[in-house]
Structure formats: C-alpha cells, structure tokens
C-alpha cells in the first residue's frame, strides 16, 4: 500500500464522489444539470457540463525521472485520446512541462482551442496546432466558451528551494518534443470557469496576488498542495478572497508515476494538515483520488464571477 493510502484511507483510483448544493435543491433554484470535476492528477482537470467540456493544465504522458530531466518529453498521444476523448477548450495556467505537455495533441485530436499566454501560444505554435485553435490572452477579460464564461487572472509562480523554477517567457516557438528546461513558465493565469451555475477557480501554482482576486468569488476552488509550505498563510488567504464552499487539493503528488498506478505525495506535502487548514479556513475539503470524479448541482442562479 503507498504511503499516501496509509496516511488518509485513500480509495483506489476512479472512486466516485456525489456532492449537490442543498440549498439549490431546497430553493427551487437547481437547474437539473451537474458539473463533473475529474481530477487527472499534478494541476490538470477536467470541467464537464452537459453541453460544455473545458480541461485545465492536462498532464498525463508523466514521463519517469530519467526521462524528464534527462531527455526530450514525448506526449502520450494515445494515453490522451483514451482518457479525454472530448474537449471544447483547454486552458493552461503556466506553459511548465507538468502542465502543458499533454495540451497540444490534446487540442489536435478533439479541435479544442489551447487558452493562455503568449507563452502557452508559442507552446501551441512548436507542436503544430493551426492559429484558428489559439487564444492568447493577458488575462482581466472573459472568453465566451460556448455559454460559459472564461477568465485568466494574472497570478506569479511559487519558489523551489527558494528560487522559481525556469521562469521566463517563451518568446518563439520551442523545440518540440521538448526538454524539461525549454518549457518557462510564461505569465502566470488563476483560472475563473463560470458554468452559470457554478464557478470553478483554479490556483495551479504555490503562490498569488491578492489585488487579483479580490472582488472574484467562487463555489469551487481547485488549489495547489505545495502552496502552503512555500507562502505564508497561503490556505486562509486563498480562501478569504475567493470564498468558496468546497477546495479540492491538487499538485500533491509526484508526477513521475503513471497516472493508473497508485500515487507518490510530494515529500514536503501533509495533505492531513492541508485538509485542517481548509476547514479551519471555513471551507469544506473534497480530496480526490486520480482520475476521481466530483459532482456538483448547477444553480440557476450562480454567483457571478465579476
């Protein structure tokens, strides 16, 4: 058993969780659809409504240790193709290999349009997607995704060690496949998803910028694991800003085994002492096993993400 089953009881890949707004439900206000939440590991999910598909930072080839630090990265097409066979838009928070890598064939085999900055663009350029499926943007504006609403909010990188890991633009296109080290980061976007019933934001990285997200709010907050050993305070400001009801953990584990096997936590990671700080924060902890899926009741009437 991995250590991060005997640490928190974690049921095997795939389990399924059922989670509805009671309130929605009681008020007449429940507009019969739900919005899944299928959380693919490191930062990446997949956001599925009943006519509407967004995928956020997909990782999923998770090349071993040898091969990321030492050679070229080659998507797993195949693997992509079986696990997400449909997306309408596919957003990246930050164009690092662990949150990118898998976002170009996935825009190739479903026509998706790959979402982000300048960077993520020439991502997109390097791995031969057509400009029609290319959207940058500088973040502070919404982009229509069908009858949904999309919005990057500039955000920064956390520290490793101390230091941010390949920071930089990406100002050509890269060589594709790439290394580990061709891929900076690029601006940094926190992800705002609004269904019209529910809102979905996404912190991918171990750090952001308060003025931000001041003024936005959100039912759901998809936040980095790392985060709270790399920034004071990370957690309850997170959650003070944004106000959602229920945080789902990611990027805790560590990227290298493949995403059917059991999962290895970060070492710096206490996912125990994440979950206290969450509820101590005053929202609820929904954990997620890899490829787990949550579903939350739409509201006709959603908070907007303003």
């Known amino acids: 058993m991995s ?17 509805a707004e009671d309130a929605a439900l009681d008020d007449g206000n429940y507009t019969g659809e739900t919005i899944e939440l299928t959380y693919l590991g490191t930062a990446g999910f ?10 956020l930072d997909p990782y999923l080839s998770r090349p071993n240790l040898r091969r990321t630090f030492a050679a070229q990265l080659v998507p797993d097409a195949e693997l992509t193709r079986r696990l ?7 957003l990246i928070g930050h164009a690092h290999y662990d949150h990118i890598l898998d976002a170009p ?11 982000g900055s300048r960077s993520t663009v020439m991502v997109g350029r390097a791995a031969g997607l057509p400009e029609a499926q290319l959207v940058e943007t500088a973040g502070r504006e919404d982009i229509a995704s069908g009858t949904w609403k999309v919005r990057g909010l500039p955000s920064r990188h956390g520290k490793l060690f101390g230091r941010i890991p390949f920071p930089g ?9 790439p290394k580990m080290g061709d891929l900076k980061h690029g601006l940094v976007l926190n992800w705002l998803i609004d269904t019209g019933g529910v809102t979905i934001a996404h912190v991918d990285s171990a750090d952001f910028i308060n003025e931000e997200l001041k003024g ?5 907050l998809c936040l980095c694991a790392i985060g709270r050993k790399s920034r004071p305070n990370y957690t309850r400001e997170v959650i003070d800003l944004l106000k ?4 789902v953990p990611c990027h805790w584990d560590t990227m290298i085994t493949p ?13 125990p002492g994440f979950l206290k700080e969450i509820r101590d924060a005053g929202a609820e902890p929904l954990f997620t096993p890899m490829l787990g899926r949550l579903r939350f009741a739409a509201r006709a009437c959603a908070r907007p993400a303003t």
């Open 46 to 55: 997949v956001v599925k409504g009943r006519e509407r598909t967004v995928v």
């Open 259 to 271: 995403i059917h096997e059991p999962p290895d936590l970060i070492p710096t990671v206490d996912i």
């Open 244 to 247: 959602p009801r229920w945080v």
């Open 84 to 90: 997400i066979p449909h997306a309408d838009d596919v």
């Open 169 to 177: 633009d990406i100002d050509f296109p890269p060589p594709w496949p």
């Open 216 to 220: 936005h709010r959100c039912d759901v």
């Open 105 to 115: 064939d996935l825009c190739r085999q479903t026509g998706a349009r790959l979402i």
């Open 3 to 19: 250590l991060l089953k005997r640490m928190i009881g974690l049921k095997p890949a795939r389990t399924e969780w059922f989670c």
